[in-house]
């Protein structure tokens, strides 16, 4: 059953720590993204990667980090220097970044800051 | 002006109702054009592409007015179900990314 895969579903995190939200997706898609969304807010790009090994700023990259080491994972960190942390993270992954290529999205992880 | 911008909602209508959702966007050079459906604390999922010569797709048509800059989508015959968030989505010219709209809601009524 191809799709894409986010955990944890709800995360809770102290002010001042680093949290990792992951992302696997088995559709072989060679793009992967993720987004930020807050309550009555479009999505925001957060960081995208077009292939392995390589990965672009979106509109909002600070206080974020991201690796692309394999195909099917995109793992963000949202750090300490991140300072309104507290949405709903989208990781999303389409075949190609031109054209007709749609994206389809994982089910999302709620973080809130304590 | 906004590269995405949507009616504000929200809409509420009845069931069987038809409903219409405007989206312009500023980017002339835009190839690329969505229309996403959103649930309540839910991920977006495709709805549909919408292409140059308007497309259909059961009770759901889109259309697109590029002298305008303009998308449409609209729902025959609404259904309970149809209760979502609809997201217009445009891929501006040369660019590998989308551009989300912040969304139009729409209640159907029983």
């Known amino acids: 059953d191809g799709g894409i895969t986010q955990s944890p579903k709800y995360l809770f995190r102290k002010e001042g720590q680093n949290v990792t939200l992951s992302c696997e997706q088995n559709l072989n898609h060679d793009a992967m993204y993720w987004y930020r969304q807050d309550p009555g807010q479009g999505l925001r790009l957060i960081y995208y990667?077009?292939?392995?090994?390589?990965?672009q700023k979106g509109d909002i990259a600070e206080g974020y980090s991201v690796s692309r080491e394999k195909k099917e994972s995109f793992p963000l960190t949202v750090t300490s220097a991140q300072k309104n942390p507290t949405a709903f993270y989208l990781c999303?992954?389409?075949?190609?970044?031109?054209?007709?290529?749609?994206?389809?999205f994982g089910p999302g992880t709620r973080l809130t800051v304590l | 002006r906004k590269e995405v911008e949507q009616d504000p909602g929200p809409f509420n209508v009845p069931e069987g109702a038809t409903v219409a959702f405007n989206c312009t966007y500023s980017n002339s050079a835009s190839q690329s054009f969505f229309w996403y459906r959103q649930d309540c604390r839910k991920e977006p999922k495709l709805l549909m592409s919408?292409?140059?010569s308007g497309n259909e797709d059961g009770r759901f048509t889109a259309q697109l007015n590029r002298a305008s800059q303009y998308i449409s989508l609209l729902i025959r015959d609404s259904k309970l179900s149809d209760s979502a968030t609809y997201l217009c989505?445009?891929?501006?010219?040369?660019?590998?990314?989308?551009?989300f709209g912040k969304g139009t809601k729409l209640t159907v009524n029983p």
């Open positions: 989505v445009v891929r501006p010219g040369g660019s590998e990314k989308l551009v």
């Open positions: 999303a992954s389409s075949s190609g970044t031109g054209g007709e290529n749609e994206q389809f």
């Open positions: 919408v292409y140059s």
């Open positions: 990667s077009q292939i392995v090994n390589d990965f």
